[in-house]
Each structure stands twice: as structure tokens, then as C-alpha cells.
């Protein structure tokens, strides 16, 4: 008779031997080491990133200035064989800036397509909120349709593309907040906060050190995109059991209609969660699971990523509001409510 263990349709049996870390697997748990020594304090952020590019999606990142927003994408991409571009959101930015556009050669009376900085593997789009609307849908495109359009032609981005974009939570003078349909093609959205004492201690360390080495230290060998796209393979083999996978389906089928775990939550939400949602919260599960050497999704994986995921895909209602009400402090509630498999 087949065992418990080799049946791939079966979850694994507590207490069996781990499975042997596969290279790929290596290489990102280097680079998650390399990461956290490089930025200090930023650990979840770090694991964020990770994740993101692990899952093919995107990030926004919200906190103040000088958190190493742009340090842990500078670091990443210096660690994969890639290009990266950082942009600058301003608001007389247009959308030409980011996608590119036809230039005309007098020379030969014929117009030729200049890439813009959109079509680099890893962007970052630093306080994206503060573009007008034309650019922000411009960058939407690119993000959901990995192409951008420009006088009529569609030229594809790389494979390999990734988007991280950052928002100041202390200035909101001249900025535009992003319409809900771009909100909801980040895949994370990821408050940061900042480091404590001891953290702060071994970043002016880190610091000093750097300078003193001119930047030589924790040098990591760039590690090639095949191998990302390898781990990506790995991350869709992790187990999901069924009772999992439908807790997950009821978590946010309860962002839509709350009434069954309380009259005070259904007076609380305006707008739930889209099936994003739900396919965000399987591959961010996997992948943290993935990261954490295991084979099989726990509970605690899904509640480990469940308010970065979900934050920025429910609206509250005025009245939620008026009660100091937040989208975390709403989803406390909820998984706590929400019974487990």
C-alpha cells in the first residue's frame, strides 16, 4: 500500500523528515541573509520584497522618509542579474516620463520608439501618489497588462518586472490619492514603521562600517533570473490544504458581507475584498511558507500576510470612520472571528 508521505494529494504527516533544500531554495535564503544584514530594523519589509518578487507582483510601501524604502530595492536589485530604475513622481510629471514615446529622425523622416525607465526589471516609484491621473493610469497598465501602449503600438516588458512603490504618510499637500483599481493591482500594500533602539544602534554601525570599507562588505554574487523563475515553480508545488484553501475563500467572502460575525462589522464595510484578493492571499501564503522551509501552508502563514494583502482592497464606510475605525483594526476583528479549518 502507498504511504501517507508519498502521496502528493495528502498534507504531510507531522513530525516526518524535512525535505531537502533545493539550490534554488538556497540562494533566496542567502539572499534574505544578505538583505537583512545590508538593511537593519526592516526585516518584514525585507520579506515583503521577497515575497513580491516570489509571487510575480508588485508592492506599495507606505512609511516615513528614511526607512531604507529605497536601500532594500537598490539592494535587491544589485543582488539579481538585472536593471533596475528608480522614478521620481512628481506632479508636472507626464505619462511619456514613464512609458517612453516616439522620437522623429529628421535625417530619415521616420519616427522610432525610446524606451522609458517603466521597461527595467525591478521599479521603483518613489511617492507615486503625488502623479496626476493620467500617469498613474499609464503605470496602471503596465503593472496589470505587463505592455505599454504608445501611439498605437504595444511593446511587451520584460519577464522578469516588478514594481515597488512608496508613499510619504506625513505630507498629503499636492498629492493624488491612487483610484481603488490600482490599489488593487498591488499585490501587498506594506506599512513600515520606525526601527527601535537596538536597531538603531547597529544601523550607525553598519553605516560606519560601510564607509570605512568603501562599500565592500556583505557582497553578494548576482544571481541569475532563471533561478527566480525556478523558485516561482517551487513556491506553486507548497500544499494547500482544502480546509485552508477554503478558509481562505471564507476570509474574504467575509470582507463582502460581515453580517454573520457581527451587525457591528456589516455597518463597518462598504466595499470588500475582489477575487485578487483571495489569488494574492494563496501565493503570498505559499511563498512565505516556501521561504520558512516548509512544504505545506499553516494557518499562521495566511494570517502572517493576510493584512498586507487585504488593507488596500476593502473601503470602510463613513460611519466606520467616524468610530476611528482602520482597515487593520477591521481585520483584527475579522480573523478572529472567522473560524479556522
Known amino acids: 500500500m502507498e504511504s501517507h508521505v508519498s502521496n502528493p494529494n495528502l498534507p504531510p504527516v507531522p513530525g516526518a ?27 518584514d519589509l525585507i520579506e515583503r520584497l521577497l ?21 532594500a530595492l537598490k539592494r535587491l536589485s544589485e543582488a539579481l542579474e538585472g536593471e533596475s530604475q528608480r522614478i521620481q513622481f512628481t506632479p508636472d510629471l507626464l505619462p511619456a516620463d514613464i512609458t517612453g514615446s ?6 530619415t523622416g521616420k519616427f522610432s520608439f525610446q524606451p522609458g ?4 526589471n525591478l521599479v521603483l516609484a518613489d511617492e507615486i501618489n503625488r502623479a496626476p491621473a493620467k500617469v498613474q493610469s499609464a503605470l496602471l497598465e503596465a503593472m496589470a497588462e505587463r505592455q505599454v501602449t504608445v501611439g498605437g503600438q504595444t511593446y511587451l516588458l520584460p519577464q522578469l518586472f516588478m514594481v515597488m512603490a512608496t508613499q510619504n504618510p506625513i ?6 490619492p491612487l483610484p481603488e483599481a490600482q490599489l488593487d493591482r498591488f499585490l501587498m500594500y506594506v506599512k513600515i514603521d520606525q526601527p527601535n533602539i537596538e536597531a538603531e544602534r547597529q544601523i550607525l554601525k553598519l553605516v560606519r562600517e560601510e ?11 548576482p544571481m541569475a533570473q532563471d533561478i527566480v523563475f525556478s523558485a516561482r515553480r517551487e513556491v506553486m508545488d507548497v500544499y494547500l490544504s482544502p480546509s485552508l484553501e477554503e478558509y481562505i475563500v471564507q476570509l474574504v467572502m467575509a470582507t463582502r ?16 475584498a475582489s477575487p485578487r484578493g483571495t489569488i494574492a492571499l494563496d501565493r503570498c501564503a505559499r511563498v512565505r511558507t516556501w521561504l520558512a522551509g516548509r512544504d505545506f501552508v499553516m494557518p499562521e502563514d495566511v494570517h502572517a500576510v493576510a493584512h498586507d494583502v487585504l488593507r488596500h482592497r476593502i473601503i470602510l464606510t463613513f460611519e466606520a470612520e ?17 473560524p479556522l479549518p
Open 117 to 120: 525607465p517603466i521597461f527595467h
Open 257 to 272: 458581507n460581515p453580517a454573520p460575525y457581527g451587525e457591528k462589522l456589516a455597518k463597518w464595510i462598504n466595499f470588500g
Open 211 to 221: 564607509n570605512m570599507n568603501a562599500g565592500r562588505i556583505n557582497s553578494f554574487k
Open 51 to 71: 515575497i513580491s518578487l516570489l509571487a510575480d507582483g508588485h508592492l506599495l510601501v507606505e512609511g516615513a522618509p528614511g526607512l531604507a524604502k529605497t536601500k
Open 17 to 43: 523528515a524535512k525535505p531537502e533544500v533545493s539550490a534554488v531554495k538556497r540562494h533566496f535564503l542567502a539572499l534574505k541573509e544578505y538583505m537583512n544584514a545590508s538593511i537593519i530594523g526592516q526585516e
Open 102 to 107: 516616439d522620437i522623429y529622425h529628421p535625417e
Open 322 to 338: 467616524a468610530e476611528g475605525i482602520t482597515t487593520d483594526s477591521f481585520l483584527d476583528v475579522l480573523l478572529s472571528r472567522v
Open 171 to 176: 505630507e498629503q499637500e499636492g498629492t493624488y
